[in-house]
């Protein structure tokens, strides 16, 4: 059985003319004799009312009854995804998770996907029929409904390709596929025809917001490949694959950047073992995320200075853990907004050296100061003034001829 997995994002069900679009890419993959298998997020805004909804009832909403709530906007795409097929003349219903059943472990707004009964799929594939899963959701042992989280329908596609066996997972979004870097920070970002799990996670991880770095690490782990492109346009999109599929001659695959970060330094932190730990246990208690991290080495072996980054929504929660924090001596704190990490990304630079002189040096022949560096196989992260972000991003992505 030739099976492909079909999913479709907010904006690409977000009107009833879209849905008809939508139903209109389903029956042709349908005539391909593709056995096939749908699922829809949310029309686009939906989920975001009924998370409003639930704030304006109680500041702390069941998280239980959170799930059964924002996971009805799925059925409402569903359903009228199935009724366009069935006017079409197409066998084609509704599924919900709890149908199937798809089952999840883990806590409610944050479920996982553990297994998933294909007998009741397959014998509706069999029979000509065309699902349409809700996609984000599924039931625990307990027999609630579940979410997923953010990205939670992209899980449920790449799942559902494990599960069938898929012969493709295709994710329909607003864009053309992931691009070299963010289109509408920079007009000439080209899309890129073939990326890596590993590069994509760090693309999304650094703020590609095309998919979520949890429904990556779900394709990589089950070794499903994912092509993504628009639905409202018929051209290729962007394979995401594994590293040896790729055949490709680019050093650097792609650049990010952030728009939304803060930097923190404490100055004169006492240089001894266990105090790093006491800086940062408080702020992963209050579920603040620390991303770039630099000590400087102590000069006298007595104190050192640590600068750290953080959203920049956070600060005000860290100035006051930090300074609250009695277990930390230091003599300066200093904190600074309106900064910006830029990434460059790229599988290419495990054995190419000299990568990152010429990052640098494309940075310091714009004027561009680097405030924090860090770096990890594929991938070197700077933090600069957040003025200079478009400058920096056309800088290398001409450095690296991501232009061409």
Same mark, same amino acid.
């Given at each position: 059985m030739k099976i492909v997995v079909l999913k479709f994002g907010g904006t690409s069900v977000g009107s009833t003319d879209?849905?008809? /679009? @939508? *139903?209109? #890419?389903i029956h042709y993959y349908s005539k391909k004799k593709y056995k096939v298998i749908v699922v829809s997020s949310a029309m686009s805004g939906v989920t975001n009312d009924l998370v409003n909804k639930s704030k304006e009832i109680s500041g702390n909403f069941c998280d239980s009854e959170?799930?059964?709530? @924002?996971?009805?906007?799925?059925?409402?795409?569903?359903?009228? =995804?199935?009724? &366009? $097929?069935?006017?079409?003349?197409?066998? %084609? &219903?509704?599924?919900?998770?709890?149908? !199937?059943? #798809?089952i999840t472990h883990g806590p409610h707004k944050q479920s996982r996907i553990s297994k998933i009964n294909k007998k009741k799929i397959i014998d509706y594939l069999k029979e000509g029929g065309i699902p349409i899963i809700t996609?984000?959701?599924? @039931?625990?042992? +307990?027999?609630?409904?579940?979410?997923?989280? &953010?990205?939670? %329908?992209? *899980?449920?596609? #790449?799942?559902?390709?494990?599960f069938f066996n898929a012969k493709k997972c295709v994710i329909y979004t607003d864009v053309q596929g992931v691009y070299t870097t963010d289109p509408n920070k920079l007009s000439n970002a080209k899309r890129i025809k073939e990326i890596s799990y590993e590069e994509m996670l760090e693309m999304a991880s650094l703020g590609a917001k095309v998919m979520q770095p949890i429904s990556i690490q779900d394709a990589r782990l089950?070794?499903?490949? !994912? +092509?993504?492109? %628009?639905?409202?346009?018929?051209? /290729?999109?962007? $394979? !995401?694959?594994? &590293?040896? /599929? =790729?055949?490709?001659?680019? =050093?650097?695959?792609? #650049?990010?950047?952030?728009?939304?970060?803060?930097?923190?330094?404490? =100055?004169?932190?006492?240089?001894?073992?266990? @105090?790093?730990? %006491? !800086?940062?246990?408080?702020l992963s208690k209050n579920l603040i995320n620390v991303d770039m991290v630099v000590q400087n080495i102590s000069p006298n072996g007595r104190e050192t200075d640590l600068t750290f980054t953080i959203k920049s929504d956070d600060l005000n929660k860290t100035k006051k853990i930090i300074k609250d924090n009695k277990t930390i001596n230091f003599r300066k704190l200093i904190f600074k907004k309106g900064v910006s990490k830029i990434s460059i990304i790229g599988v290419g630079m495990i054995t190419t050296p000299g990568v990152t002189f010429r990052m640098f040096q494309a940075l310091a022949e714009k004027k561009i100061n680097i405030q924090v560096i860090s770096t990890s196989e594929i991938k070197i992260s700077v933090l600069i003034d957040k003025r200079n972000v478009k400058k920096a991003l056309t800088a290398l992505h001409k450095e690296f001829k991501l232009d061409y």
């Amino acid at each position: 059985m030739k099976i492909v997995v079909l999913k479709f994002g907010g904006t690409s069900v977000g009107s009833t003319d879209k849905i008809k /679009n @939508v *139903a209109n #890419i389903i029956h042709y993959y349908s005539k391909k004799k593709y056995k096939v298998i749908v699922v829809s997020s949310a029309m686009s805004g939906v989920t975001n009312d009924l998370v409003n909804k639930s704030k304006e009832i109680s500041g702390n909403f069941c998280d239980s009854e959170y799930d059964i709530l @924002v996971s009805s906007g799925e059925q409402v795409a569903c359903s009228l =995804i199935a009724g &366009r $097929l069935l006017h079409k003349g197409l066998k %084609s &219903r509704t599924w919900l998770g709890w149908q !199937i059943p #798809i089952i999840t472990h883990g806590p409610h707004k944050q479920s996982r996907i553990s297994k998933i009964n294909k007998k009741k799929i397959i014998d509706y594939l069999k029979e000509g029929g065309i699902p349409i899963i809700t996609g984000f959701q599924g @039931v625990n042992k +307990e027999l609630r409904v579940t979410t997923l989280g &953010r990205g939670g %329908s992209d *899980a449920s596609a #790449i799942m559902l390709a494990k599960f069938f066996n898929a012969k493709k997972c295709v994710i329909y979004t607003d864009v053309q596929g992931v691009y070299t870097t963010d289109p509408n920070k920079l007009s000439n970002a080209k899309r890129i025809k073939e990326i890596s799990y590993e590069e994509m996670l760090e693309m999304a991880s650094l703020g590609a917001k095309v998919m979520q770095p949890i429904s990556i690490q779900d394709a990589r782990l089950n070794k499903v490949d !994912i +092509e993504v492109k %628009s639905s409202f346009v018929k051209k /290729n999109g962007t $394979l !995401i694959t594994k &590293r040896t /599929n =790729i055949i490709n001659n680019k =050093i650097i695959t792609g #650049i990010s950047s952030t728009q939304n970060d803060a930097k923190v330094s404490l =100055i004169g932190v006492k240089d001894k073992p266990g @105090v790093a730990a %006491s !800086i940062f246990r408080p702020l992963s208690k209050n579920l603040i995320n620390v991303d770039m991290v630099v000590q400087n080495i102590s000069p006298n072996g007595r104190e050192t200075d640590l600068t750290f980054t953080i959203k920049s929504d956070d600060l005000n929660k860290t100035k006051k853990i930090i300074k609250d924090n009695k277990t930390i001596n230091f003599r300066k704190l200093i904190f600074k907004k309106g900064v910006s990490k830029i990434s460059i990304i790229g599988v290419g630079m495990i054995t190419t050296p000299g990568v990152t002189f010429r990052m640098f040096q494309a940075l310091a022949e714009k004027k561009i100061n680097i405030q924090v560096i860090s770096t990890s196989e594929i991938k070197i992260s700077v933090l600069i003034d957040k003025r200079n972000v478009k400058k920096a991003l056309t800088a290398l992505h001409k450095e690296f001829k991501l232009d061409y």
